[in-house]
Structure formats: structure tokens, C-alpha cells
T-cell receptor, first 112, second 113 residues
Framework: GAGVSQTPSNKVTEKGKYVELRCDPI?????LYWYRQSLGQGPEFLIY????????DSGLPNDRFFAVRPEGSVSTLKIQRTERGDSAVYLC??????????FGPGTRLTVL | SQKIEQNSEALNIQEGKTATLTCNYT??????LQWYRQDPGRGPVFLLL?????KEKRKERLKVTFDTTLKQSLFHITASQPADSATYLC????????????FGRGTQLTVWP
């Protein structure tokens, strides 16, 4: 079956621009997570959705970062006024609720 | 905050040997611990989950142990193969099975023929 998909696979933007990253979870998974991963580091938690609502957004680094999941399926991570420090691989994962998380391939964001 | 340490950044072993990776954590005792495999340019792939009341879990050539007294998990790959070469990530959850995961930085395993 289809796994978690993320688009775009690569995004290059200029400092100060706005970007949106999309995640399509596995059908039927109610939990959806966003992480970001810098080179040589493990994934760092950003936000977790249970259904349409954000159950835990404590990992969002500041108010430039925002995520939505309006219909309880697809999610969009939005970053305003991008900074060079935002450059990383942004990973999305979904879960059926047993603990294991299924990750997408990630979106590599580069802020010039 | 939770701190997770994986024993080394890189581990090189010969094919057929057993690879042993270590994950140590501080502060909170996790409800459960997971191991993931990550290949370059890809997202992590779930391998095994072990709960705080379990000592050991096995899946084919993989074995995970969990010692809550030592605050340590060991991950073993027996009869290692070059195809096992990847980065292995340890991840902890403090609460429910739906909560966030805290990841270590990973150990890069290379199995040479």
C-alpha cells in the first residue's frame, strides 16, 4: 500500500520568503507528526496532530512555524519569513496508534 | 529535558559478526523505546518497539534489550550483512503510544564483506 508522501521533495527559497510543505499520511492513520532533521542529528519533534487538532505543538521553535490538518488527513507545515537556520530535512510521520511511526521521505528545505 | 546518547557515531564490523548498538538516556523513564533504521536520503523505518515492563524483544536477526535500572537499551543485529549498513536511531516515548518521540543522533553502522 501507499506510504507517507511528502511534497515537494526539495525546496530552495530565499531568506524572508514563505514556504509550505505538504504531507499525505497513510490512509486511516489518525496521528500525524512533523519532525525536522539536521545533518548528523536525529529527528527533532515539531508538532503532533490527533485528527484535526494539534495535540502537542511544543516543538515548534517560534511563531514563524505553523501547521494545519483541516480535514484530519493531509497536513501542511507553513514557515513564514524563512531564515537560513531553518534549512533542514522536514519529516512527516503517521501512526495507527500502536507506537510505531511511519515516516515519509522528507522535504529538504534550503534557505539561501 | 530528555537526553539520549547513542554509543558512537560510527561502528564498523565484519560480515557475519554481531553488531551491538547502545542507547543511554537520562532524566525521565520512557514508557517505551523504539529503534529505527535510516538510509541516506530517506525517512526512518521502524524496526522494533519495547515497553518499560519488557526486558527483551526479538524479530528475526534483531534483538533489543531494555534495562530501566541502567537506563540503557542494547540493539543487536546477528549474522550481520552488508545490506544492514545504515544509520540506526534510538527513540523514546514518555507517555502514550501516540505521543512525540525523542530521538538520539544515531549510530552509523557499516558492515564490510
Amino acid at each position: 500500500g501507499a506510504g507517507v508522501s511528502q511534497t515537494p521533495s526539495n525546496k530552495v527559497t530565499e531568506k524572508g520568503k514563505y514556504v509550505e510543505l505538504r504531507c499525505d499520511p497513510i490512509s486511516g492513520h489518525t496521528a500525524l507528526y512533523w519532525y525536522r532533521q539536521s545533518l548528523g542529528q536525529g529527528p527533532e519533534f515539531l508538532i503532533y496532530f490527533q485528527g484535526t487538532g494539534a495535540a502537542d505543538d511544543s516543538g515548534l521553535p517560534n511563531d514563524r512555524f505553523f501547521a494545519v490538518r483541516p480535514e484530519g488527513s493531509v497536513s501542511t507545515l507553513k514557515i513564514q519569513r524563512t531564515e537560513r537556520g531553518d534549512s533542514a530535512v522536514y519529516l512527516c510521520a503517521s501512526s495507527p496508534g500502536q507506537g510505531d511511526q511511519f515516516f515519509g521521505p522528507g522535504t529538504r528545505l534550503t534557505v539561501l | 529535558s530528555q537526553k539520549i546518547e547513542q554509543n558512537s557515531e560510527a561502528l564498523n564490523i565484519q560480515e557475519g559478526k554481531t553488531a551491538t548498538l547502545t542507547c543511554n538516556y537520562t532524566n525521565y523513564s520512557p514508557a517505551y523505546l523504539q529503534w529505527y533504521r535510516q538510509d541516506p536520503g530517506r525517512g526512518p523505518v521502524f524496526l522494533l518497539l519495547i515497553r518499560e515492563n519488557e526486558k527483551e524483544k526479538r524479530k528475526e536477526r534483531l534483538k533489543v534489550t531494555f534495562d530501566t535500572t541502567l537506563k540503557q537499551s542494547l540493539f543487536h543485529i546477528t549474522a550481520s550483512q552488508p545490506a544492514d549498513s545504515a544509520t540506526y536511531l534510538c527513540a523514546l516515548s514518555r507517555g502514550s503510544t501516540l505521543g512525540r518521540l525523542y530521538f538520539g543522533r544515531g549510530t552509523q553502522l557499516t558492515v564490510w564483506p
